[in-house]
């Protein structure tokens, strides 16, 4: 039997820990107030059957070709009435379909950075972009946010000084206006405004992931960043929350220059043409703000479960801002607290959560955690926090016989 030689991998590989490591999803008896999932019965499994009949009925054989049939077309079609929304006017030639929204962020990133680059990011921000922007060997820099999102004022302050000082303008800034993984906060339009009017006057790009957007509680929709600035924002938006993430299924609006080159980096030369195909059939035979608004109903019950749920177990112990649309609360403790250390007493209790850390590069806080409210119905969410409260309490109270605080 031959003996295996060590490899040496590729060094792009972050050295950041995989994500939820502590909890494996195969714990069936565990509530997963980690999973950032839509909750699953409410997808539209009849209508999605349906479609896929009638996309292989009348469009069998484009569909099933590498060009694909008519539904890419109609997909597209969608897409720009839905934009109208945030005020994004474009023609069909400024949309892209993506293999989910995070093929998007990949592109940008490979289209407008070689290794060395600037990239700009939210502090806290997705973990997803974060390991992605650190494959591509990037620069980061992070800036806070707080209930009004990102602090806008701090980014300009640090154009200032860039150019002041001859020193490098990002490529991009990454910012989630809407609903923000993981705070829940959205961007106020007066920040998106000047977002846009720095993003022309210092020459970068902002790359705008409206993953959520179309979950508003409120029913109000303020207008995209891209409406501000079109030749100079990269608007990312996806399926996943509002229809299925399996069907893996993004789309980007930008400049046609920009498109053109990161269709030219699309290594999957198309995304499914046959799962566009269904898609077209499913939007043009389903009432769009039905469904839409169920999913909203049943979301905004389960956040006012999980906040009714967090005052109730943890009083004034921790501080969230309430989000209203999206799938996320970020608990923040006091400052001295890990909130990794009771992350493995939870698991073992039967529920789990994100730690904040993961969040974060460079100024790391620990103090925070993340939560989800659409995946599990009420009964979890109210079982799960207990659980959760428990753990912190009895971490706190090792602390204080310690005399350390917390």
């Not at 999803?25 to 059957?49: D, R, T, W």
């Not at 920040?191 to 790359?207: C, G, I, T």
Request: net charge negative.
């Amino acid at each position: 039997m031959q003996i295996a030689q060590e490899f040496t991998f590729s060094k792009r590989f972050p050295h950041l820990p995989l994500v939820g490591a502590a909890f494996s999803g195969k714990q069936s008896n565990v509530i997963p107030l980690s999973f950032g999932f839509p909750a699953p019965e409410l997808f539209p499994v009849e209508q999605l059957s349906s479609a896929s009949v009638t996309a292989l009925q009348t469009q069998g054989k484009e569909a099933l070709q590498y060009t694909g049939g008519i539904g890419q077309q109609k997909v597209i079609q969608w897409i720009k009435q839905r934009a109208l929304l945030r005020s994004i006017e474009v023609e069909d030639s400024n949309i892209m379909i993506t293999t989910g929204s995070m093929q998007g962020i990949d592109l940008v990133t490979r289209t407008l950075t070689d290794p060395g680059d600037h990239v700009w990011i939210e502090s806290p921000s997705f973990f997803g972009a974060i390991r992605l922007f650190l494959l591509a060997e990037v620069q980061l820099t992070s800036f806070p946010i707080d209930e009004y999102g990102l602090r806008v004022d701090l980014v300009e302050q640090a154009l200032i000084d860039a150019r002041k000082n001859n020193k490098p303008i990002p490529k991009f800034l990454y910012v989630m206006p809407n609903y923000h993984n993981p705070s829940g906060v959205s961007l106020s339009v007066e920040r998106r405004k000047k977002l846009a009017e720095l993003a022309y006057e210092y020459n970068f790009f902002v790359v705008e992931d409206d993953a959520y957007v179309e979950l508003s509680f409120s029913g109000k929709h303020l207008p995209a960043i891209y409406s501000f600035g079109p030749e100079r924002v990269i608007y990312l938006s996806t399926f996943s929350k509002i229809v299925a993430p399996g069907i893996r299924m993004g789309w980007t609006i930008t400049d046609k220059r920009i498109l053109e080159k990161m269709k030219m980096l699309k290594s999957d030369g198309a995304t499914s043409v046959f799962v566009q195909e269904i898609t077209s059939q499913f939007l043009s035979n389903i009432d769009f703000d039905r469904h839409l608004n169920q999913l909203i109903h049943c979301y905004r019950c389960r956040r006012d479960a999980m906040i009714q749920s967090i005052n109730d177990y943890f009083g004034d112990n921790v501080s969230f801002i309430i989000p209203d649309g999206g799938f996320f609360i970020w608990l923040t403790f006091p400052n001295d607290v890990d909130t990794t250390g009771f992350l493995q007493q939870s698991i073992d209790r039967g529920v789990s959560y994100i730690d904040g850390r993961h969040f974060y590069f460079g100024n790391v806080e620990t103090n925070h955690l993340r939560l989800c409210f659409t995946y599990c119905n009420e009964e979890q969410i109210r079982k799960g926090i207990s659980w959760i409260a428990d753990s912190y309490f009895e971490y706190k109270k090792k602390f204080d016989v310690l005399g350390g605080g917390v």
